[in-house]
């Protein structure tokens, strides 16, 4: 059975739709035996109905520099699970000014959103939320959109392709993964819907055949959206078991190979 040490995809009380504080997972995650947890909040225009305040975002863009790196243990990485919002790729925030700080001050040198809520951060995952802007768009298509949204220099992993529904070419995508020394993500959160968990295993595990055949590094993630799920892989390692998945493609099978896979992307050296 394959032993898994990092949950690189995890939710606080910020989600809004999760649960627990920040002391609460890394107390799961030091309890459940994980070496780092990566925790990633939502960015992205589901959390608030005025979606270009800045000020919306303090949690995200301060956590970098106030958490600790190790808490209880645990090697603690502060990022975000930012949304595609287009098929050209583009990032929530990319297109929003941010030009006043907090407190009202205006910016010498203005940013966007997207950029000041993520700089300081250790790794971005983009993911596929809502799909009102995709229309018809074709397999293709898709496909080139993920591809452009994990080109971007902050982003690092893919999140939850398998359960997203599109119809996207996973070879092609695990052969550009690769190229750029970044990962897709298989998440347990993607098994936990009765409707289509079904469906969703057999996606994911297309995904893994593909990144086993073209040697792509994935990452496994709860997703968890409270404390208790944390650690918990359960369904994935079946899948893994049943692909009979290279265990040394699973970047986040530990801290070190998850530190070096991420040194190795060019997104941050937290060896140093």
Not at 115 to 129: F, G, K, L, N, P
Request: overall charge negative; proline content about 3%; glycine content about 8%.
């Amino acid at each position: 059975m394959y032993e898994i040490k990092c949950d690189t995809h995890t939710h606080t009380l910020y989600s809004r739709h999760a649960f627990s504080t920040i002391a609460e997972n890394v107390k799961e995650a030091a309890d459940t035996g994980l070496e780092l947890l990566g925790s990633t909040d939502h960015f992205s225009a589901m959390l608030w109905p005025d979606v270009e305040n800045a000020k919306n975002y303090q949690y995200l863009a301060n956590a970098p520099a106030t958490w600790p790196r190790t808490w209880m243990g645990v090697t603690l990485l502060a990022g975000c699970e930012v949304d595609i919002v287009g098929l050209d790729g583009a990032l929530f925030g990319e297109d929003i000014p941010n030009t006043t700080s907090i407190v009202g001050d205006t910016y010498k040198e203005p940013t966007t959103l997207y950029e000041h809520t993520t700089r300081q951060m250790d790794y971005v995952i983009a993911s596929v939320h809502g799909k009102s802007f995709i229309g018809d768009a074709s397999r293709v298509a898709l496909t080139d959109m993920y591809i452009k949204a994990l080109s971007k220099p902050k982003v690092f992993i893919l999140g939850h392709v398998g359960r997203t529904g599109l119809d996207v070419d996973y070879r092609a995508l695990a052969e550009a993964a690769k190229a750029m020394h970044k990962c897709l993500e298989v998440n347990e959160h993607s098994f936990g819907f009765p409707w289509s968990g079904g469906v969703n295993k057999d996606r994911c595990r297309q995904i893994l055949a593909a990144c086993a055949e073209v040697g792509c590094q994935i990452t496994i993630a709860t997703d968890a959206h409270i404390a208790p799920h944390i650690g918990k892989f359960e369904e994935t390692k079946k899948l893994l078991t049943e692909v009979g998945f290279p265990e040394e493609l699973i970047a986040s099978r530990d801290r070190q190979s998850f530190l070096s896979a991420l040194k190795e992307s060019g997104v941050k050296d937290l060896l140093k």
